[in-house]
């Protein structure tokens, strides 16, 4: 398809549990971005990265980290799930964030 | 941030017909693209348009940068144009601020 793949799609997860998410590409797009939906909310952005161990926050960043350690992969974690966090996790790529972005199919992640 | 509002947040249309969506922005942006989430989830961007106007097919797209605002326009509009269709704003390239989305349900 377009060259990124998130894993896993679904998880179940308990309160407190650390999680983490993979955001994986093949296109060597420069821009990664972690994005959470909620319902009444559209997207809203978590952190993003702009190169190898360059990230930054977005807009919702509390209670997540990440990391990039290559270019081709973007691990976003929970570090003690709660249950705000239950939503779908969107991962996106981009070669110029001005031109448009690759969205991945999405990880549902429920927090009980 | 900014604030992004998207009208109407649903819409039911017969197979056919013409629609328009509208965006509207509380600022100043230099970034603005149209998605398409389909009924599976999947997440498609549909123009890039900090201003002026685009079109791809039966889609159209205007920015009116100094009016903070922007239109999609759906033509013969077809079933598999349902889902949910969202706005996304910005000043730099890497904070996006989405509306709510337009739900958007075409019926044959």
């Known amino acids: 398809d377009a060259g990124i793949t998130q894993s896993p799609r679904h998880k179940v997860t308990e309160t407190g549990t650390p999680v983490t998410l993979r955001c994986h590409q093949t296109?060597?797009?420069?821009?990664m971005y972690w994005y959470r939906q909620d319902p009444g909310h559209g997207l809203r952005l978590i952190h993003y990265?702009?190169?190898?161990?360059?990230?930054d926050k977005g807009e919702v960043s509390d209670g997540y980290s990440v990391s990039r350690s290559k270019t081709e992969d973007f691990l976003l974690t929970l570090e003690s799930a709660t249950s705000s966090q239950t939503s779908v996790y969107f991962c996106?790529?981009?070669?110029?964030?001005?031109?448009?972005?690759?969205f991945g199919s999405g990880t549902r992640l429920t927090v009980v | 941030g900014i604030q992004v509002e998207q009208s109407p947040p649903d819409l039911i249309l017969q197979e056919g017909a013409n629609s328009t969506l509208r965006c509207n922005f509380s600022?100043?942006?230099?970034?603005l693209q149209w998605f398409h989430q389909n009924p599976w989830g999947q997440l498609i961007n549909l123009f890039y348009?900090?201003?002026g106007t685009k079109q791809n097919g039966r889609l159209s797209a205007t920015t009116v940068a100094t009016e903070r605002y922007s239109l999609l326009y759906i033509s013969s509009s077809q079933t598999t144009d349902s889902g949910v269709y969202f706005c996304?704003?910005?000043?730099?390239?890497?904070?996006?601020?989405f509306g709510t989305g337009t739900s958007l349900t075409v019926i044959p």
């Open positions: 996106a790529i981009s070669s110029d964030p001005f031109y448009g972005y690759t």
């Open positions: 296109e060597n797009h420069r821009y």
């Open positions: 990265s702009y190169g190898v161990k360059d990230t």
């Open positions: 600022d100043s942006v230099n970034n």
């Open positions: 348009i900090p201003s």
């Open positions: 996304a704003v910005g000043r730099t390239g890497n904070q996006f601020y």
